[in-house]
């Protein structure tokens, strides 16, 4: 990847991992009844180190219900993060859940997960609004957005204090494992990561991040936080959660002090 070597974290905050915890209610629903039980999990990943738990209440309730987000709020000490769409009715359960973070992204029913950023710069006079109202419950709002400057300095001229940045196509390029691919969509959330910090935005990143892939994007040194859910996931099956989540941080940490890239 090219760019100058990152050695360490050159001053900039630790980084942080926010473990996605929907596919546990995937499991859970595919039977319909209460186990896996989701925060059962987010108990065991804040045990293993884990820095905050986020998940995503669909409007279509396919993994997490509205129940689990209120215990989630009330039974486990770690920050929640409020993934939703911008609509009224996640708006009003948001005032009474209150998370500690919110975090907007687009949804659609007919997609497998999210697969794109939010269009903020297309939605920017509804969701001037709508991000005030998060700010007013007194959440930290995050948005999702692919790594374009267009979308981030809409972002920021919303009045959100966070973007997440939206890994996506760096995960599709490492399947194909095509080296000039990854090389620019690594590139696109690098230099996304540095512009958003420099107009003062928190800069997180998520989506298909791996043991495989997260490195390079844990060594950038604008982000304070990732979020992982399905690889963790998955990886539980064979290694236990708590093993994946540890194994995670451990990658993570080693690529701020390692000089991966
Ligand atoms: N961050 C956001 C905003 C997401 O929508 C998702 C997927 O739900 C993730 C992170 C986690 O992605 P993954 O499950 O692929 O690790």
Not at 6 to 32: M, Q, Y
Not at 94 to 109: F, G, I
Not at 150 to 163: D, M, W
Request: net charge negative.
């Amino acid at each position: 990847m090219s760019g100058s070597p990152i050695s360490k974290n050159d001053g900039h905050a630790p980084l942080r991992l926010g473990v996605n915890i929907d596919h546990i209610a995937t499991i859970r629903n595919a039977r319909g009844g209460v186990h896996p039980d989701p925060v059962r999990a987010a108990l065991l990943v804040a045990s293993a180190g884990a820095d905050g738990i986020t998940a995503h209440l669909r409007e279509d309730r396919r993994h997490i219900r509205d129940d689990d987000m209120y215990r989630l709020k009330q039974e486990i000490d770690l920050p929640l993060n409020f993934e939703m769409a911008a609509t009224a009715e996640m708006l009003k359960l948001v005032t009474q859940v209150k998370p500690k973070a919110c975090c907007l992204v687009p949804e659609n029913r007919n997609e497998r997960t999210t697969e794109g950023g939010l269009d903020v710069h297309g939605q920017h006079n509804f969701l001037v609004p709508f991000v005030r109202e998060l700010i007013d419950v007194g959440a930290r709002v995050s948005l999702f957005v692919d790594p374009d400057k267009k979308q981030i300095e809409a972002a920021k001229s919303t009045g959100a204090s966070v973007i997440e940045i939206h890994t996506g196509a760096y995960y599709e390029a490492c399947l194909a494992t095509t080296p000039a691919r990854i090389e620019k969509e690594y590139d696109l959330i690098r230099e996304a990561a540095r512009f958003a910090h420099e107009v003062g935005l928190e800069v997180h990143a998520g989506h298909g991040l791996t043991f495989h892939n997260v490195q390079p994007i844990a060594a950038i040194p604008q982000l304070q936080e990732l979020n992982i859910g399905h690889f963790l996931v998955g990886e539980a099956v064979f290694m236990g959660l708590a093993e994946a989540v540890r194994e995670m941080k451990n990658l993570m940490a080693d690529s701020r002090t390692g000089g991966h890239y």
